[in-house]
Nanobody, 110 residues
Framework: VQLQASGGGLVQAGGSLRLSCKAI????????IAWYRQAPGTQRELVAS???????NYGDSVKGRFTISRDNAWRKAYLQMNSLKPEDTGVYYC?????WGQGTLVTVSS
């Protein structure tokens, strides 16, 4: 199983980014997909998850700003991030089962 995360970059506060996570070798449609992030010197935290049925859950710090979605036909999950804040800066990872993607860096400048 491999997960390929992409879409990170540098954005100004208030801006938007869309992250993608492509799954290879995974029975994608039946698995929960999650996005985590890790800022320097902090522990990895859950940002959002989406179940096989499409039920989404969010961390308190991103509720109302981020939206997680999935496209089972393309074996992809997405994280739409709006109204970005400097504290959203970090490496974002997607996860399925016990497999982590390689991470994509998001930097939000003030």
């Amino acid at each position: 199983v491999q997960l390929q995360a992409s879409g990170g970059g540098l954005v100004q506060a208030g801006g938007s980014l869309r992250l993608s996570c492509k799954a290879i070798g995974l029975n994608f449609s039946i698995n929960t997909i999650a996005w985590y992030r890790q800022a320097p010197g902090t522990q990895r935290e859950l940002v959002a998850s989406i179940s096989s049925s499409g039920t989404a859950n969010y961390g308190d710090s991103v509720k109302g700003r981020f939206t997680i979605s999935r496209d089972n036909a393309w074996r992809k999950a997405y994280l739409q991030m709006n109204s970005l804040k400097p504290e959203d800066t970090g490496v974002y990872y997607c996860k399925a089962l016990s497999t982590w993607g390689q991470g994509t860096l998001v930097t939000v400048s003030s």
